[in-house]
DNA sequence: AGCACGCCGACT
DNA sequence: GTCGGCGTGCTC
């Protein structure tokens, strides 16, 4: 009989990084399964702490006494054996905690909070017990909203033995429910009872005649309307012991709206060939990895469409990811037409309560397809036939906190866990995914035409630099605005893309260069014209717009950049009568802003879709047959060495944004770098030629994906601190590197300083370095402690960038 | 994270 | 001489 659990508690230390043996009380014996959450005592003061079971044993080599856990949180484990196996592997490989890995695959309702209680004792005074808690027999401590001394006399109190303060672990799960109604007895006797009532009691009549015929629960808020009956005449009802009331769970449904069901479509050729492929793997539970390239319009969603599908029909589970950002109502709504009430969601966009209900379906097997964005690559699905993670090249897969972990790397463990395919698709595939290909990991599964054969667009490069000669400085280049001015005539729509967020990126003094800066962050303010103030896009520090230069008091302070803003308001100037929808972060910052924009511009109410980088993706307007960027080199200048891939994946899919059914599409892009290889090969479409010359590009500079990378962040309040760290890091680090990797600084990061805090970085590249991991595990094992003196050491394995 | 233990400065 | 500051180590 096992008595004993092994826990892992959650206080996210180094040295509570490994399971610790608890004791199973006689009465929870049996009720303790790993997967589990419990509540265990903890420390000196056994104040109550969740804890995950991670195994039980027989025994442990733990002398001392054990304490026992102290209560059991579920009845079915939430994590089964293949996540726990997986928090194992991705606490390994992302240097990050057992326990943050573990809360990160479940939803935020799952994740417990603490309370901390007072309590008064019996030599408490009286005088001082009424004013402190009147009726109240204890005292939430709510974290630290309380005055600072009221905090104080109340530590005074408890380290006197006044007052106790006691731990409580709550847990958030809450399910909704809804109250049915249903019959507490025979219609026979519903009927007996019908006969006692007395003749004025009409609605009572009402009520049993309902149920005499109907015995079947019903919502008790559909029976108050049916019957034109109030809860009282219920609970009448209720009291007589004629009725019942139960509660039923109920999920909340996030897309209650009714979807028009889809059927499968016609393959062309490569399309065939590339579900048979997937097919194949699923039925014989092969686990490899396939990168589905396809040009934007080839269909991609339908092959995965088709594939998910055949894993369904053998009763297996389905995983598709897309990036946030598309996971617009159009995507979800074709996957859902396809598969209707199998499908769950899972997206940022949700409330905690209706992810918790998405979840629970997936537990319980009630919802056998899940699409989501990144965390939904830890759904608890079993038996997957196959898993997809569409626009794999999104920088979005990769979570920028701990743990660090790419939901790439998370799909391909899962699918040689459930021995299924695992499906990389883009039309512009990362290099590392496209060199894996090349190198015969990953099966290259091709897409090279667009479905209906439209052709692609034509797209026109406009040197901005020769536009700036010819005319004055305008957003607008003569060949832009003459097509915009064309599609207005024939009631076609356009889209024009920006690279940035708001009115103007900043302010500076034409006279002495002064450019206004964020007092907390080292980054330059940006001008908002709606709240009329300049605003910290870091640490959302905000302060009026100057009227004179706050250095040398010129007047001639103005707004350099472009924006959003500044665009539509110039467009407006140009274009008076054009319908213009604005869809940037500040437009779209409500929920359900950015769906009600985009339908609104799908139905055709607006002229252009004027937006920033997230109108690129996944959008499938049929009228919309001219594109226009206005800055295509914002990004390119970056010191990062995805700079061009990530222009040239942006150029690549917004161009495919036009014209996409029967009308011809046509794109400009604006740049002040027209010769740059990622215009030139975006502006052919030109991926193949793009990755031999980028593949060049990164193995002259040592790059992934011919290297591998860690970054290690040093950050702290005190700048010296965070320099120090990261030179003694550097130093400890060298000695355990062989002579082939390289080491790119120590550098203040690119923004040294945000929300106060200084920022100090080192990366490493490098091919083969068996000691690295055990080095940097000894890193994070000395600097644990000094995070409470401000000193954070973070580190980010395949880091996107290495800004 | 929270708590105890332990070693140095301003009080009864 | 003590109270209490917070640096350090440990928690099954």
Redesign the pocket.
Request: charged share 15%.
């Given at each position: 009989m096992t008595q004993i659990a092994?826990?892992i508690?959650d206080?996210?230390?180094m040295?509570?990084n490994?399971?610790?043996?608890?004791?199973i009380p006689p009465a929870l014996t049996g009720s303790v399964r790993p997967g589990m959450r419990v509540v265990?005592?903890?420390?000196?003061?056994?104040?109550k702490?969740q804890g995950f079971v991670w195994q039980l044993a027989e025994q442990?080599d733990?002398s001392?006494?054990?304490?026992?856990i102290d209560t059991v949180m579920d009845l079915q484990p939430v994590l089964n054996q293949e996540l726990l196996a997986l928090a194992d592997h991705m606490a390994v490989t992302t240097y990050a905690f057992k326990i943050t890995c573990l809360l990160t695959m479940l939803p935020n309702a799952l994740k417990a909070t603490?309370e901390?209680w007072v309590m008064p004792t019996d030599t408490l005074e009286e005088s001082i017990r009424k004013k402190l808690f009147g009726h109240a027999d204890r005292l939430l401590l709510d974290d630290s909203k309380l005055p600072e001394e009221q905090l104080k006399s109340l530590l005074?109190l408890?380290?006197g033995g006044k007052v106790t303060?006691s731990?409580a672990v709550r847990d958030r799960g809450n399910v909704k429910t809804i109250t049915m109604i249903e019959p507490a007895m025979a219609a026979d006797k519903l009927q007996a009872a019908k006969a006692t009532l007395r003749s004025t009691a009409k609605k009572q009549a009402v009520l049993l005649d309902y149920f005499i015929t109907h015995p079947e629960p019903i919502a008790q808020r559909e029976l108050e309307k049916a019957l034109a009956v109030s809860s009282t005449i219920i609970k009448t009802a209720e009291k007589n012991g004629w009725l019942v009331k139960k509660a039923v769970e109920v999920y909340r449904d996030p897309l209650a709206t009714a979807v028009t069901p889809t059927r499968a479509l016609t393959l062309n050729e490569a399309q065939q060939t590339a579900v048979s492929a997937l097919k194949t793997a699923t039925n014989d539970h092969k686990a490899a990895t396939y990168l589905l390239e396809g040009v934007t319009g080839s269909g991609k969603t339908e092959v995965y469409l088709q594939a998910i599908d055949n894993a369904l029909q053998n009763g297996q589970s389905a995983l598709m990811l897309v990036p946030e950002i598309s996971l617009t109502p159009q995507i979800v709504g074709r996957v859902r037409g396809r598969f209707g009430q199998r499908v769950a969601v899972l997206h940022s966009g949700l409330s905690a309560g209706e992810r918790y209900d998405e979840w629970r379906r997936i537990e319980r097997g009630e919802a056998t397809v899940v699409v989501g964005a990144r965390s939904a690559i830890f759904a608890p699905l079993e038996n997957i036939g196959i898993i997809i993670i569409d626009e794999e090249h999104e920088a979005t897969y990769k979570q920028e906190d701990n743990p660090r972990y790419h939901a790439r790397d998370i799909a391909i463990w899962r699918g040689r866990y459930h021995h299924c395919p695992v499906v990389l698709g883009s039309a512009t595939p990362s290099l590392e995914s496209r060199a894996r290909a090349q190198k015969g990991v990953y099966q290259q599964l091709l897409l090279p035409h667009r479905i209906n054969a439209s052709a692609l667009p034509k797209v026109t490069v406009v040197d901005m630099t020769q536009e700036l000669q010819n005319h004055a400085e305008s957003n607008f280049s003569t060949a832009l605005l003459s097509a915009l001015k064309q599609r207005m005539a024939k009631g076609e729509q356009s889209i024009l893309m920006l690279n940035r967020r708001g009115y103007s990126s900043f302010v500076m003094c034409r006279d002495c260069g002064f450019v206004l800066k964020c007092p907390n962050c080292d980054i330059s303010l940006t001008l908002h014209m709606d709240t009329k103030t300049m605003k910290c896009h870091y640490c959302g520090h905000e302060e009026p717009i100057p009227n004179v230069c706050p250095q040398c008091h010129s007047r001639k302070i103005r707004y350099y950049g472009t924006g959003t803003q500044k665009v539509e308001t110039e467009l407006k100037e140009v274009l008076p009568d054009a319908q213009v929808i604005r869809m940037d972060v500040d437009t779209t910052r409500r929920k359900g802003a950015h769906e009600r924009l985009l339908n609104k511009f799908g139905r055709q109410e607006a002229d252009i879709l004027l937006g920033t980088q997230m109108i690129a993706k996944g959008l499938d307007f049929p009228n919309v047959t001219l594109v226009g960027v206005l800055n295509a080199d914002t990004g390119l200048g970056l010191p990062d060495f995805r700079a061009s891939e990530r222009t040239f994946d942006l150029l690549t899919q917004v161009s495919g944004r036009a014209g996409r059914a029967d009308k011809p599409g046509q794109v400009f892009i604006q740049t002040y770098n027209p010769d740059h290889y990622a215009i030139q090969l975006a502006k052919d479409q030109n991926y193949e030629r793009f990755f031999l010359t980028e593949m060049q590009m990164r193995h002259r500079g040592h790059y992934p994906p011919y290297y591998y990378s860690v970054k290690l962040t040093a950050s702290s309040g005190d700048e010296r601190q965070a320099a120090e760290a990261m030179i003694k890091i550097v130093r400890q680090i060298k000695k355990t590197l062989s002579p082939a990797a390289i080491m790119l600084g120590p550098t203040p990061g690119a923004v040294a300083r945000v929300n106060n805090r200084y920022y100090y970085q080192l990366v490493i590249k490098y091919k083969q370095e068996p000691a690295l991991d055990q080095a940097l595990f000894e890193i994070l094992t000395e600097y644990q402690?000094?995070?409470?003196?401000g000193l954070q050491i973070a580190i980010d394995r395949n880091p996107m960038s290495f800004m």
């Open positions: 092994e826990i508690v206080v996210p230390t040295q509570t490994t399971p610790y043996s608890y004791s265990v005592p903890f420390g000196n003061g056994s104040r702490v442990t733990f001392r006494p054990l304490k026992a603490y901390k005074k408890a380290s303060v731990y402690s000094t995070g409470r003196m």
